[in-house]
DNA sequence: TTACAAACCAAGCGCTTGCTTGGTATTGTC
DNA sequence: GACAATACCAAGCAAGCGCTTGGTTTGTAA
């Protein structure tokens, strides 16, 4: 299960927007507007002039400016749930699944979703309430995935600290390296892996 | 030199405003509505109603919106480096000084200037261009503190990975604090604190 | 070819926004 | 007590905002 066949499950259930179609290039550009802008300077006339058509004509696609939001939001934690289950399921021990989720964060984040994300971090706020709870509902199965793992290596005393705080922390750095990470800096993701994996206090196999 | 006479230094040199003044309370009031609806959200009315005056007269102390946000982030960074800066010096090892680099950052976030550094964490897009280079070489002044003492510690052996990363991903882990700890929720700073030391692979003494 | 829905345009409405203006209290100074 | 300078108010302007409306084009299928 590789990750385009993910996401093209994903589409054929009708859970996020197919990209080629115009309502996900409209996503698409929404996500890049709100990352490099924010939510509330992005126009709606902004968001029609990317994708080539006229403001008015946004309305026909989602009812209100707050939908494009929360949609670009709901889709992406959708797909990257997904993207992390797969991860899990394919790392047999705990340690590998903990380097595998690591690893496919710092893939969404810094990757193809990387504007969305980015949008998941900073723009939270101009969510309205009731959208807000649902998006909270999606990243509790997110988030359950990490804890059970982290809860896992705690118990075999690998993690000395409180799993939660761990997982709190983790959100924090790796959200963080979207404001500093370029690809093109000399340090590969992988590396980048390898020194969060190192800087986490986790005890290696053979001490 | 206690916080309080630090505070009451930079008042008296102009860097900072006093915050029993007009002008200091105005820009507390602008942070904590900056936090909870955002830069954007909030109206030079909601401004001017949270200090009791006319939206009109906000203008005859700053001269745009912006300035206020501006003002807002540069007093924080003075102060908050200032607070560094005397936590480093108050510490005799490097060891000792990294700790009190964290306490005291977990303390500028989740404290008396919590609002205003989720705000330089949140708001800085809604910076013009100017006003940012200059909250950026301000930063550069607070951050030389932390690559000072991370740099010791990677000489000595006692932290393996890469300082500027290691910077990063506590900068990113410790603002993230800002979205979950709550002090009253049974963990104290000073625990915050061990957990994060812990978590951070600096080797302990006797090993 | 006809029928119909989906996708889009052109125009603009009603409201909110940051900010200005002209004038009035309030305060400090000699 | 004269006189600025400072701090504020009341009113409103011009621009930009999200969104609506009525009508036209495009795609699809019988």
Chains 1, 2 share one sequence.
Do not use: C
């Not at 093209?8 to 709100?34: K, M, Q, T, Y």
């Not at 998941?120 to 509790?140: G, I, N, T």
């Amino acid at each position: 299960m590789n990750q385009d066949s993910i996401l093209r499950s994903l589409v054929a259930d009708n859970l996020v927007s197919d990209p080629s179609g115009a309502r996900g290039r409209l996503l698409r550009e929404a996500a890049r507007l709100f990352r490099d802008k924010g939510y509330e300077r992005t126009t709606v006339r902004d968001l029609a002039a990317a994708v080539g058509i006229q403001s008015g004509s946004l309305f026909h696609h989602f009812r209100t400016k707050e939908e494009i939001l929360k949609a670009v939001m709901v889709e992406t934690i959708r797909l990257n749930t997904a993207l992390m289950q797969a991860a899990v399921e394919s790392a047999d021990s705990s340690r590998e699944k903990l380097r595998a989720l690591i690893r496919a964060e710092l893939e969404s984040i810094n990757g193809q979703t990387g504007e969305a994300m980015a949008v998941l971090v900073f723009e939270w706020r101009s969510l309205s309430e009731e959208s807000r709870a649902y998006v909270l509902e999606l990243r509790d199965i997110y988030e359950q995935l990490w804890l059970d793992v982290l809860g896992a290596l705690h118990r075999d005393g690998v993690l000395a600290a409180d799993p939660f705080v761990v997982r709190r922390m983790l959100t924090g750095a790796l959200s963080w390296t979207v404001t500093w990470y370029r690809p093109d800096g000399g340090l590969t993701l992988d590396d980048l892996t390898d020194q969060v994996v190192a800087m986490m206090g986790v005890k290696g196999p053979g001490t």
